[in-house]
């Protein structure tokens, strides 16, 4: 087992980690930062500039379009907003995906592999955006199950902190993936 399989194998408590693949989407993008700086030393980093791994490894981003296999061990998914097919591997197993609710292409992928979904945007969406100046507010439209199998209930989730006022602030496609992310980990006190 290479080097890579034994930080899998070897998260800390003995556990596995989660893995979450970023389909569609730069390494260097300002929504991929924010994830890895939320989920800091808990999280190990994979992607075609290399592997980085923290002490309290809990979470394995990869962001690597080059795997024509995946089999995502009931992790997560996340398509960018301009996924496209040519991002898509293969195959893709054991995973719930999160999916911008107006892309054609990321509709289709996501139907055909018939792994659980998660969309965002627009009114239809599974998570939205709602709120007002004041505050903005991301609301789950329907009840959805954690990786570790808890239910979240519809509601709305504030966010703390406002992601749009940096100049490189995330676009609200990604502030709801976000959104999915943590709630699908169970990690809403990152919100």
Request: include cysteine.
């Amino acid at each position: 087992m290479g080097i890579l399989g034994e930080v899998i194998q070897n998260a800390k408590g003995g556990g596995i980690l989660i893995p979450i693949i970023f389909l569609g989407i730069q390494a260097d993008s300002s929504f991929l930062k924010l994830v890895r700086e939320k989920l800091g030393e808990q999280s190990a980093f994979l992607s075609k500039e290399g592997f980085f791994a923290g002490e309290e490894g809990l979470y394995f981003l990869i962001c690597e379009k080059e795997i024509p296999f995946l089999d995502a061990g009931g992790g997560l998914v996340v398509l960018g907003e301009n996924f496209s097919a040519k991002n898509a591997p293969a195959h893709l197993m054991r995973a719930t995906c999160i999916y911008p609710f107006r892309n054609s292409e990321a509709q289709n992928f996501v139907k055909e592999s018939g792994l659980e979904k998660i969309s965002c945007g627009d009114c239809f969406g599974t998570v939205v955006l709602s709120g007002n100046r004041e505050q903005t507010m991301v609301t789950l439209q329907r009840n959805i199950c954690t990786l570790s199998g808890s239910v979240t209930e519809a509601g709305d989730f504030p966010i703390t902190q406002s992601l749009f006022e940096k100049e490189d602030s995330v676009s609200v496609y990604e502030l709801l993936a976000y959104t999915a992310i943590m709630l699908l980990i169970g990690r809403k006190d990152l919100l």
